[in-house]
């Protein structure tokens, strides 16, 4: 093999990785100050905010699928996800029940009428579409439930950056020191060494934030932030693989290309719908 051609490959790589990661980094500069807003204003303004990344996202789902040659219910979809964040900020969890039966209904009914109609995908469409709105729509809404809490404010503050502190400690660790795959088939570069170095910054990011947090919300501790960490660094890594898991099936690395560096709305909220989820039910089973 040439030398000089291998040389100018390997050039050519390490250029596009400082341009992903320079572009990563200009977009993350612009998404922390415009999340911390919001989450900062709260009410009607974080719940809008919430519901326009998560109908994003879930444009990003249906175009997924809709380029794989399936057909998930676009309205149906969409719909179903908004009114369950309203609803979600409304009324709690009351009338979530009523929302999911009226969208599993009419999904049914739109995918058998298409059936009938010669769609021959409209069961597994069928189970997409539900899919949807169960992940992005259910899940989603526990963003709206955790800032609803009281001082929820600073628990969302406390939940979401810690995530965030979990993927930095992962990339950081697993870029110099992985060497063991940990899900060659859904995400190839994701080792456990940087599964590790995940949980590690997780334990230390979650007790420092909830040492900071504390002084504004006495409920929040170092200890809340620890346990917090731990559980977030641990589990929250899957929400990562599943997402991976819901493109790999298709060759696709990213949702979209609307974040530059960091690829769609899907891949940047991956983690943290677990992360709320999770989160809102450890805080109020036994931190409130």
Known sequence: MNVTAVTVGYQIAMSERNISLTQRLLTTAV?????VLFIWLGTWFFVFFIIIILAIAGWEYWHIYQQAGYSPNAPVLFSAIIVLALTRHLYGFDGSDLILSIAVLIAMAFHTISYELGRNTSSVDFGITLGGILYLGWLGSYLISLRDLPNGLWWIMLAIPTVGIVDAGAYSIGSRFGKNKMAPRVSPKKTWEGYLGGILFGLIGGALLGMIWHLQAPEITMINGLLLGAV?????????????MLKRQFNIKDSSNLLPGHGGFMDRIDSWLWAACISYYLITWFFL
């Open 31 to 35: 998404i922390i100050p415009v999340g």
């Open 232 to 244: 977030l660094a641990v589990i929250t890594p899957l929400g990562d693989l599943g997402e991976s």
